[in-house]
């Protein structure tokens, strides 16, 4: 993977009817593992949804997720606050925030298309998937991630600003 690998990752939010498999999901969680962790905590956890039923349902509790009705797969990503270094929220959304970016590369590598659905910080999405995924006290919803074959090919950009940088 080079530069231009990165700036090609676009959200997609239209999907072909292929299906996604398990062998492909799993490369992605690995990559998303592969993420750094403050003191190496790894307080990510990852709900893997591919039953029709649980897309759908994911859909209606996101107000901006309603690709999820035609993504063949996705995923809750979530966090542990017991896990987190020093148990704070802070270094938790850090680490679950990069296990994230990287898990969209490794589906953008492996050909896939996907969008980050925010959850937290909207109490009422995190009840909602928290309820209808019966997540354990303590683990937070903090995205979901929409997958599946692209139907769409957005161009590559990149969205420098050089106004944004301060070089000393």
């Not at 959200?11 to 996604?20: F, G, H, L, Q």
């Amino acid at each position: 993977m080079d530069i231009q690998d990165i700036l090609a990752r676009r959200s997609i939010r239209k999907y072909a009817a292929e299906p996604v498999t398990r062998t492909q999901l799993k490369a992605a969680l690995e990559a998303a593992m592969a993420a750094p962790s403050a003191m190496h905590c790894d307080p990510w956890r990852f709900l893997v949804l591919t039953r029709r039923e649980d897309l759908d349902a994911l859909a209606e509790l996101l107000p901006y997720g309603k690709m999820l009705h035609d993504a063949p797969a996705g995923l809750i990503v979530c966090g542990e606050l017991a896990a987190a270094h020093r148990k704070e929220l802070s270094y938790l959304l850090q680490d679950v925030s990069a296990a994230i970016e990287n898990l969209l590369l490794g589906l953008h590598a492996q050909g896939l298309g996907a969008v980050w659905l925010g959850i937290h910080p909207n109490a009422d999405r995190i009840e909602g998937v928290t309820r209808r995924f019966a997540l354990p006290e303590g683990v937070l919803p903090v995205a979901a991630i929409a997958v599946g074959h692209p139907a769409e090919a957005p161009a590559p950009r990149t969205r420098y600003d050089d106004a944004k940088v301060r070089w000393l």
